[in-house]
């Protein structure tokens, strides 16, 4: 599934190139993912509107399409939550929360939470024509690592926020995410193993507090993947041509690697969770190979012989990501 820029957004940003450089726009986009590739935070890399408008050509598309791609993993696991309030906590320019209401245009409110001007500004500038719970969001400068009274929503999500937190004062933030969400949470960070790590500390975390893990895992138990292994998924999207420029890139489209956490209060009716594939399925003449991690808590692979029609006939249209349909 497709999950590209909805049209106001992706001409919003269109605005934003108005009179501006390329290629300053593409040394900009070359220093900032240096910078994060060094372990520098926004406050290190996104200090002037410039700055910000360099990290929404080469970022946003892709932390949007991973927030849609989790928000439509949460509306199938939980078909009946309909949230109604948002808080988007460490938001940048405000991918997940437009992601958020393309999944549920029912949000009636929403809350843009971080510590960096520069972001919250041009937040405010792409949500011009946007729909009016972005409109009118609430833009609270507030820093993560420094828990305080943050406000309460349906759906809370931090989208590649944690690999920001010193790792000593994750473990506060999850708890303060966990304390404003009424209904469920959504984690998603780079997927890489350091952001697989941070996953499993908090999945931990909110196991101990009394939630229930929605997705990717269909079970409580530890996760069964051993180093150097570990959880992640891919979504494709395509790339503009600025986009391209910024990056340096020929090919039309990228692959977003990312990890994400789903989790719920008891209040929230979900689908029986089924095994979840995680690897690109491996085919072959004999059939289709798939890793799953399975209810039970096990990591194991299943086969779908070509000579079995049905169960191949459902391999085939399995991709890295997907949960088993039931049966």
């Given at each position: 599934m497709s999950f590209d820029l909805p049209p106001q957004l992706r001409l919003a940003a269109d605005r934003l190139m108005d009179g501006v450089s390329r290629k300053d726009m593409a040394q900009r986009a070359g220093a900032i993912s240096a910078r994060y590739r060094a372990g520098g935070g926004s406050a290190a890399v996104v200090a002037s509107q410039?700055?910000?408008?360099?990290?929404?050509?080469?970022?946003?598309?892709?932390?949007?399409?991973?927030?849609?791609?989790?928000?439509?993993?949460?509306?199938?696991?939980?078909?009946?939550?309909?949230?109604?309030?948002?808080l988007d906590a460490g938001a940048g320019p405000g991918g997940a929360s437009w992601a958020a209401l393309e999944t549920w245009p029912q949000i009636a409110s929403a809350s843009l939470l971080d510590s960096n001007r520069a972001f919250l500004d041009i937040a405010a500038t792409l949500a011009v024509d946007?729909?009016?719970?972005?409109?009118?969001?609430?833009?609270?400068?507030?820093?993560?690592?420094?828990?305080?009274d943050w406000p309460s929503a349906d759906?809370?999500?931090?989208?590649?926020?944690?690999?920001?937190?010193?790792e000593t004062k994750q473990a506060a933030t999850i708890a303060a995410l966990w304390a404003s969400t009424l209904?469920?949470?959504?984690?998603?960070?780079?997927g890489t193993p350091a952001g697989y790590a941070r996953i499993l500390a908090a999945?931990?975390?909110?196991?101990?507090?009394?939630?229930?893990?929605?997705?990717?895992?269909?079970?409580?138990?530890?996760?069964?993947?051993?180093?150097?292994?570990?959880?992640?998924?891919?979504?494709?999207?395509?790339?503009?041509?600025?986009?391209?420029?910024?990056?340096?890139?020929?090919?039309?489209?990228?692959?977003?690697?990312?990890?994400?956490?789903?989790?719920?209060?008891?209040?929230?009716?979900?689908?029986?969770?089924s095994a979840r594939v995680l690897a690109p399925p491996r085919a072959g003449k004999p059939g289709i190979e798939l890793k799953l991690c399975t209810p039970r808590g096990a990591a194991e692979l299943a086969f779908a012989a070509k000579r079995d029609k049905a169960a191949y006939a459902v391999a085939r249209r399995l991709d890295w990501g997907d949960a088993l349909p039931e049966g």
């Open positions: 410039a700055d910000a408008t360099a990290y929404v050509l080469t970022r946003l598309p892709a932390t949007f399409a991973a927030c849609g791609r989790v928000f439509e993993e949460l509306s199938q696991r939980a078909p009946d939550f309909s949230p109604t309030s948002l946007a729909p009016a719970p972005l409109q009118g969001a609430e833009r609270i400068r507030a820093d993560l690592t420094a828990p305080g759906l809370v999500v931090a989208s590649y926020a944690l690999a920001e937190i010193p209904g469920a949470l959504a984690l998603v960070e780079p999945r931990q975390a909110l196991i101990e507090a009394g939630a229930s893990i929605l997705a990717p895992c269909p079970h409580q138990a530890p996760c069964p993947l051993a180093a150097p292994d570990w959880c992640h998924f891919s979504q494709r999207l395509a790339r503009s041509r600025d986009h391209r420029l910024a990056k340096g890139a020929e090919t039309p489209f990228e692959d977003e690697k990312f990890i994400y956490l789903l989790a719920a209060r008891p209040g929230v009716a979900a689908e029986a969770p």
